[in-house]
């Protein structure tokens, strides 16, 4: 059993950083991993992903420059340095573990285990 838990959200003022924490626990060895967010009312968007060595990572165009994703898998956790925050990224940041890749996908439906979510509010 994959679990996954998400640390590090919180209220931020524009322009400001954040770093989230996932650690996970379980059957996550060789596999890729997301970040994704979801805005009140909206769907749920890829942030951005890593493959199973941490050396490979993409992002989404609207934080590419801003986020970067890092993990450790001595420590059993992945990261997501959040800089130059902006009103638009305030959402429910999950990460995820991909159901059956060494690398990331842009997809959801691609990830099969979740954390519950940490909140990112940046006010403007």
């Known amino acids: 059993q994959v679990q996954l838990v998400e640390s590090g959200g919180g209220l931020v003022e524009a322009g400001g950083s954040l770093k989230l924490s996932c650690s996970f626990s379980?059957?996550?060895?060789?596999?890729?991993m997301g970040w994704f967010r979801q805005a009140s009312g909206q769907e749920r968007t890829f942030v951005g992903g890593?493959?199973?060595?941490?050396?490979?990572?993409n992002y989404a165009d609207s934080v590419k420059g801003r986020f970067t994703i890092s993990r450790d898998n001595a420590k059993d956790t992945m990261y997501l340095q959040m800089d130059s925050l902006k009103p638009d990224d305030t959402a429910v940041y999950f990460c995820?573990?991909?159901?059956?890749?060494?690398?990331?996908?842009?997809?959801?439906?691609?990830?099969?285990?979740w954390g519950r979510g940490t909140q990112v509010t940046v006010s403007s």
């Open positions: 379980g059957r996550t060895f060789g596999y890729g």
């Open positions: 995820a573990v991909h159901r059956n890749s060494a690398t990331w996908s842009s997809s959801p439906t691609d990830y099969n285990y």
């Open positions: 890593i493959d199973w060595t941490g050396k490979s990572t």
